[in-house]
């Protein structure tokens, strides 16, 4: 079965400091992987995504992710955050099914 | 391009009353989804829908829940009767399914509270 861990359920982290949420996933098969953004009393907003090829993800809002196929992880960076950054980050999988497993989330507050 | 549109934003009901949930997915998707998220239990798929057909509806909670989808640019969620738990915010996704790809576009969520 699969399944998705984002560990850090909050990350604080000062305005223009960089950032790393972390997501681990379990699965026997190829996956494809995705990061979601939700900002407060707003739906979920693709950040971006991995289905296959180079291993460096960017997206949109200066985040870029790393598929590591080894470590089976895929964690989200952003070298500078801003305030407008403060959301909550949840990180999905799928198998290439319809089903999407998504992570617990990871509240991101940058402070001034 | 407009996204994945759904009404009301906001819903207050007492319990025992129906309430129905509305969804329009982009225009030229086939797969449409509804999740419901709480506190509790974070984002749960309760039904999917492909080419206007439930595909997986074993997420539906019980059977005061109800989804259709008559065509490829509407569906609803209907519960009845609601009650207190039933509080949460429900989503609407849509996708293009395609092999290789299995991106969900989900919309801004309705936010229900049942009391």
């Known amino acids: 079965a699969q399944s998705v861990t984002q560990l850090d359920s909050q990350v604080p982290v000062f305005e223009e400091a960089p950032v790393e949420l972390r997501c681990n996933y379990s699965s026997s098969v190829s996956v494809y992987l995705f990061w979601y953004v939700q900002y407060p009393n707003q739906g979920l907003q693709l950040l971006l995504k991995?289905?296959?090829?180079?291993?460096l993800v960017k997206g949109i809002n200066g985040f870029e992710a790393e598929f590591n196929k080894s470590q089976t992880s895929f964690h989200l960076r952003k070298p500078s955050v801003h305030i407008s950054d403060t959301a909550e980050y949840f990180c999905a999988v799928s198998s290439g099914t319809y089903k999407y497993i998504f992570g617990t989330g990871t509240r991101l507050k940058v402070l001034a | 391009d407009a996204g994945v549109i759904q009404s009301p934003r906001h819903e207050v009901t007492e319990m025992g009353q129906e309430v129905t949930l509305r969804c329009k997915p982009i225009s030229g998707h086939n797969s449409l989804f509804w999740y419901r998220q709480t506190m509790m239990r974070g984002l749960e798929l309760l039904i999917y829908f492909n080419n206007n057909v439930p595909i997986d509806d074993s997420g539906m909670p019980e059977d005061r829940f109800s989804a259709k989808m008559p065509n490829a640019s509407f569906s609803t969620l209907k519960i009845q009767p609601s009650e207190p738990r039933d509080s949460a915010v429900y989503f609407c996704?849509?996708?293009?399914?395609?092999?290789?790809?299995?991106?969900?576009?989900f919309g801004p969520g309705t936010r229900l509270l049942v009391l």
């Open positions: 996704a849509s996708r293009w399914r395609v092999e290789g790809d299995q991106t969900q576009y």
């Open positions: 991995y289905l296959s090829g180079s291993t």
